[in-house]
């Protein structure tokens, strides 16, 4: 069964350094999102993608961040310069078009900013 | 989206059916009802979701009352690794890049 995958598992970097995430959506499908959970709380949404564009993205998704679709099959979220408060699961989900509304997640990446 | 309501905690015993309960009375009629699940921190999984009829697949089944104000997931025979934050949530179907918001859920614990 097609699934969502990300790297890396882990992310540790220092205070100020700039991480890129990596998601490689499920094939053929259209819609990409990035969500976050910091520890003990809620998933959070940051920003949704299509044809190459943001669709939505939340108040946290401020001018540190960043998303990039940069070939076929790589969805990428970049943090320009991490703060300490950045520490968190980040998820990968996509969606098909037609037929379906159904988003599926990635297993996400823990990012540590010491 | 309608706002959901759901009961902070759960206990099941292993091999029985476990009834997941979620309160949306301000739904609307062109919302869906949509429940996911979190083991442990990984990635929320979908389980099933609803608009008004009830609905069944291998992983659960999902009764929506009649005025659509409430819903019951079941997982008809529980396992421990059915153990699990379990999310309902109510939002507009197949709109553009609609994301999915997230409450507090409903940890559900399975014991043997």
């Known amino acids: 069964e097609p699934e969502v995958t990300q790297t890396p598992s882990h992310q540790v970097t220092q205070m100020g350094q700039e991480v890129i995430l990596r998601c490689v959506p499920i094939?053929?499908?259209?819609?990409f999102y990035w969500y976050r959970q910091i520890l003990g709380q809620k998933v959070e949404f940051l920003v949704s993608f299509y044809n190459n564009e943001i669709s939505e993205k939340s108040e946290i998704f401020d001018d540190q961040f960043s998303v990039e679709r940069p070939d076929g099959s790589n969805f990428t979220l970049k943090i320009r310069s991490t703060k300490l408060e950045d520490s968190a699961m980040y998820f990968c989900?996509?969606?098909?078009?037609?037929?379906?509304?159904?988003?599926?997640f990635g297993p996400g990446t823990r990012l540590t900013v010491l | 989206d309608a706002k959901t309501t759901q009961p902070t905690s759960m206990d099941c015993a292993e091999g029985r059916a476990a009834n997941l309960p979620c309160n949306h009375s301000?739904?609307?009629?062109?919302?869906?009802v949509y429940w996911y699940r979190q083991i442990h921190s990984q990635g929320p999984q979908y389980i099933i979701h609803?608009?008004?009829n009830n609905e069944t697949n291998e992983m659960a089944s999902l009764i929506i009352t009649e005025d659509r104000k409430s819903s019951t997931l079941i997982l008809p025979h529980a396992t421990l690794r059915d153990t699990a934050v379990y999310y309902c949530?109510?939002?507009?179907?197949?709109?553009?890049?609609?994301?999915?918001?997230f409450g507090a859920g409903t940890i559900l614990r399975v014991k043997s």
């Open positions: 949530i109510v939002r507009v179907g197949v709109e553009y890049g609609n994301k999915l918001v």
């Open positions: 094939s053929n499908h259209l819609y």
């Open positions: 301000t739904i609307s009629g062109n919302e869906y």
């Open positions: 609803g608009l008004k």
């Open positions: 989900a996509s969606r098909w078009d037609r037929g379906t509304d159904t988003q599926y």
